[in-house]
Each structure stands twice: as C-alpha cells, then as structure tokens.
C-alpha cells in the first residue's frame, strides 16, 4: 500500500519561510513526476511546481523566482523550499507522486501566511 506523508505546514508571516516534504512509503513503479499542488478557499486546486525523474522542474507563475522543488530519489521525497511567502500563497497544500499508470496523492498540509 503506498502512502504520501507531508510535513512542515504551518503558519508563517509574510516574508518569511516554510519547507515542506512528502516522503513516499511503499512501491510504486516507475515514478515519471513528484510535484506539489495547492487549494485555496473557493478555488479549484492548482499545480505549483513538478519535477520529473529526469531532473526538469515546472513552475507556476506566482511562484516563480520564490519557490524551489527538489527530490531525494534515493527516499522518495520531494521538498518544496518556499520563500518571501506572501498571503495569498495560504493555502493546502497537496503532494502529487506521478506514474506511468496512476496519480498518488498526499492528505494536504495547510499553509497559512498571516501577520
């Protein structure tokens, strides 16, 4: 049974930084992308960043220039560093694990940046 566990959501004030994590426990075979994304009050939900097993990363707009994904292949786990958070980054925050023949997804960690 695969499972996604993310961590290091919480509340932050704006400028500031969070890091979350998805680790993967269980097999899945061939993994082609792990990404992030996230679902704000009243929106529908939105990629913010990927990166495939090849190394290339995928970026939304908003994020761009504040916001870094990497991925350690050896745990299976992707991180998405984030910085200068803004308000309107609040939001859950979803981990997505790609592969050839299913979508994998984490529970959601919520982010929330507030003074």
């Known amino acids: 049974q695969v499972e996604l566990v993310e961590s290091g959501g919480g509340l932050v004030q704006p400028g500031g930084s969070l890091r979350l994590s998805c680790a993967v426990s269980?097999?899945?075979?061939?993994?082609?992308?792990m990404g992030w994304y996230r679902q704000a009050p009243g929106k529908e939900r939105e990629l913010v960043a990927d990166?495939?097993?090849?190394?290339?990363?995928k970026y939304a707009e908003s994020v761009k220039g504040r916001f870094t994904i990497s991925r350690d292949n050896a745990k299976i786990t992707v991180y998405l560093q984030m910085n200068s958070l803004k308000p309107e980054d609040t939001a859950v925050y979803y981990c997505?694990?790609?592969?050839?023949?299913?979508?994998?997804w984490g529970q959601g960690t919520q982010v929330t940046v507030s003074s």
């Open positions: 997505n694990v790609r592969s050839a023949s299913y979508d994998y």
């Open positions: 269980g097999s899945i075979f061939r993994i082609n992308a």
């Open positions: 990166i495939t097993s090849g190394g290339s990363t």
